[in-house]
């Protein structure tokens, strides 16, 4: 079984797997919990001044029958009393001496982060993550992502923190800025010892047409909050890999956004996460996740034949690059089984009306001798039921893959490579040789 231990900035963890700070890390009896189920590590909820929530504070965006796709919300840091907090974070370390305790803060000024940032340290938590990534409420107190998304400021008040602990010292990105590596960058020159990334993501998720007040409803009013859940991942993912390809940032990196699954983690991981953080999926399903989260990650180290979890972190980083640096001689061509066909049609007519129009109906025109005859025989078992069988013609297809996501059927349309032993060849590498154009691709 392989490792899945991880020394986080000198903070060590039983496996890569924290609670992010939110509402499941908003008390002690929580985190103990979640511990006791398998949890690796806790990034206990936002330390400040406490404040008062509305009711509500959630919103969500269904898919089908997929509830809470996307998650909303204009919570704010934590409601109960500092000393309360304090307390139960000391308790929390006790029982709990081999799990990572990292604990958020948001305070105000230069001598309240070192009051604060005092007081923590007392009760023996491993690291401290500073919040300035909160999109709603704190912002406009000046803090939060009013701090994230100015790199100037976010060194300096990162420093104080620097300064004033003997403890790592993690920040927390917003990811509503327009590029991740400013403040990124900004963190590393006030010396931390790791990035979180991304918080949530600035958004209204949808308005009561009958009360005509956006989500969450509170009273006759409502205001934007942070976006996070699964549809978030896409966009974390590409934040983390920016980070994780920049020389200049050489701190771990905490990985945040839509993991619900081994495999969500496993990606992270792959571009360059050294420990993930989960929200939105505990607030679904509970803290038992934790447990195929862990079997299923073990279970692919094992596969893939690595020892440590240490061995999938950045894999895929390398291959992360720039459009102008892909090879435009790969090519990959649509392919589709006969036997899986159900002759819905939706792949020929989004290849019709938004791609090439290379999808056809009816028999193979390649002669007989060129078609495989496992091939006859499924269409004319697909046409005895009644089902008009599609094909792509290779020599027109541009393999933009379209049809493959549009099909319901798995592993119906595969893309198959046809580069045809060309060599590698760049856009920069055209340019390098003179050549300003080049052909295909999309038109606006």
């Given amino acids: 079984m392989a490792d899945l ?4 900035a000198g903070i060590k963890s039983p496996n890569p797997f924290w609670l992010a700070s939110a509402p499941p890390t908003n008390t002690g009896d929580q985190v103990m919990r979640a511990f006791d189920a398998g949890w690796g590590g806790a990034v206990w909820k936002t330390l400040g ?8 504070r959630f919103g969500a965006i269904s898919v089908g029958n997929e509830r ?3 998650f909303n919300n204009i919570e704010l840091i934590t409601d109960r009393p500092l000393e309360v907090n304090l307390r139960e974070i000391r308790e929390c370390k006790r029982r709990y001496p081999s799990h990572a305790l990292v604990v958020s803060l948001m305070v105000e000024s230069r001598e309240d982060w ?3 940032i005092r007081r923590v340290e007392d009760t023996g938590a491993d690291g401290l993550e500073l919040n300035f990534g909160c999109p709603h409420g704190m912002c406009e107190r000046g803090m939060g992502s009013a701090v994230g998304q100015e790199p100037e400021v976010l060194e300096v008040v990162a420093g104080w923190a620097v300064e004033f602990s003997k403890l790592p010292v993690l920040v927390k990105l917003t990811p509503n800025v327009g590029d991740i590596t400013e403040p ?11 990035l979180s990334l991304i918080n949530t993501i600035k958004s209204i998720v949808g308005v009561d047409l009958d009360r005509m007040v956006p989500y969450p409803v509170v009273g006759a009013r409502s205001t934007n909050g942070g976006y996070c ?16 390809r920049e020389p200049r940032i050489n701190v771990p990196i905490s990985g945040i956004g839509g993991i619900s699954t081994w495999r969500d983690a496993a990606e992270f991981i792959a571009l360059g996460s050294t420990s993930v953080q989960v929200c939105t999926a505990v607030m679904h399903y509970g803290f038992r996740i934790v447990a195929d989260l862990i079997d299923g990650l073990s279970n692919f180290l094992d596969e893939k034949g ?6 999938l972190r950045g894999r895929a980083v390398r291959a992360y690059a720039e459009w102008g640096d892909l090879d435009l001689n790969y090519k990959v061509a649509a392919h589709i089984d006969p036997a899986k066909c159900i002759g819905c049609d939706l792949c020929l007519v989004a290849c019709r009306d938004s791609s090439v129009d290379c999808i056809h109906v009816g028999e193979h025109p390649l002669p007989a001798g060129h078609r495989a005859p496992t091939r006859d025989a499924a269409i004319a ?3 005895q039921g009644g089902v008009k069988v599609t094909w792509a013609d290779w020599d027109e297809c541009t393999g933009c893959n379209l049809c493959s996501h549009v099909c319901p059927v798995p592993e119906c349309i595969t893309m198959v490579e046809d580069s045809n032993g060309k060599s590698f060849e760049s856009w920069n590498d055209r340019i390098a040789k003179g050549a300003d154009k080049v052909p295909g691709g999309l038109h606006d």
């Fill in 5 to 8: 231990s991880i020394d986080f």
């Fill in 68 to 70: 809470m796709v996307g």
């Fill in 229 to 244: 859940g699964p549809a978030v991942k896409p966009i974390a993912l590409h934040m983390v890999g920016a980070l994780a």
């Fill in 114 to 116: 070192r009051d604060i």
């Fill in 49 to 56: 001044d406490p404040i008062v929530d509305t009711s509500s």
């Fill in 381 to 383: 078992r697909a046409q």
């Fill in 306 to 311: 690595m020892k440590s979890v240490s061995e």
């Fill in 184 to 194: 990124a960058l900004a963190a590393v020159a006030a010396h931390v010892r790791g």
